[in-house]
């Protein structure tokens, strides 16, 4: 196996980039007719060479790649970019645009691909890859301060949607193994968490 | 960045191998003063320049890496070998000795550190590098299928010293999000630890 530099792919394989069968939790980012970039935390299902997405409507995400049939998806560790996703958009510091690309992709993403988007039934919609690069492939321990993040949104989103006072006590529950296991980026991560949702 | 094959290092630096500040999940290999090889998970502590381990005693990390003043800390992602090191052994067609090297690593690790290891107080050991091999950096995308193993095998743990019957019942909330989110890996380790703990 030889990696030298970044790798450049057209039609790549999503299992080289960690799009395995099951949901890949990655960060999306979109453009709209106007081209402002988006980014939001969404998952990708995969069931062997089926890959979709669900895509809610209200939501910027699904609002752009209904508008422009695109969607990337940035394969990116980074706790408090999720953080960011989740509740708001980085500002546009955060997006590049690779070249000949019209779709932004997280400068700091490791890896990206560019998937073609379209609607099947209600809320699913059947990703394609057309573009692809691996930019960085870092070694990386399971670190359960770094699940719990992810765990942690989840339930944030949760409770956004239907305000049950029992996804604030996992939050708490979450946190305390964040405060355990996380290294800084992580307890970054929870900590905006929990400002954005005054929790204390 | 350059990377081919293999790349084998004298002192390493743990960064390179992903362990940062917080707990790192990995799992440990060590040999008995009969050679019998050993695989047990273990989270590596990191503070700054400090590493270190909790091992309990009566357990064989503890007794192994005591008597040898040795242990290999493997970077795996398989959430079956982290069941399988949980509640046995695996058998030895698991580990391999590299070149010139007393101590066994796991055949299917990414990657692996030995440590020299000196217990500081109690169950309170110092980790120091000594050498250590990357052997693939494969992309890894967020799954929370695989993220609930971990956190199913901590509960599995937990329910095994303690026997309270609340730790049944977040094992089967993390088996549905496995089940949901996981991949076939995830989904065999999870039926493997409900299968030994006797969950139905």
Same mark, same amino acid.
Do not use: E, F, W
């Given at each position: 196996m030889t990696m030298t530099g970044s790798e450049n792919m057209d039609n790549p394989d999503p299992a080289d980039f960690g799009i395995l069968d099951g949901i890949s939790e990655v960060i999306a980012t979109t453009r709209s007719d106007a081209s402002t970039p988006n980014a939001a935390p969404i998952g990708i299902i995969r069931d062997r060479d089926r890959l979709c997405v669900q895509l809610f409507s209200g939501s910027h995400t699904r609002q752009n790649a209904a508008g422009t049939g695109k969607i990337v998806a940035n394969i990116i560790r980074d706790p408090v970019m999720y953080v960011e996703c989740t509740f708001g958009d980085p500002g546009p510091e955060a997006f590049e645009y690779p070249d000949g690309m019209d779709y932004p992709v997280l400068k700091r993403a490791s890896a990206w691909i560019l998937f073609e988007c379209n609607q099947s039934k209600g809320n699913m919609f059947e990703?394609? @890859?057309?573009?692809?690069?691996?930019?960085?492939? @870092?070694?990386?321990?399971? !670190?359960?301060?770094? !699940?719990?993040?992810?765990e942690a949104l989840v339930h944030a989103t949760r409770y956004r949607l239907n305000g049950d006072a029992r996804y604030l006590d996992l939050i708490r529950h979450y946190d305390k193994i964040v405060q355990r296991c996380g290294g800084s980026a992580e307890k970054e991560a929870i900590a905006r968490l929990k400002e954005i949702m005054e929790i204390r």
């Open positions: 990703l394609t @890859p057309v573009r692809g690069m691996i930019r960085d492939k @870092p070694m990386l321990c399971i !670190n359960r301060g770094a !699940n719990s993040v992810i």
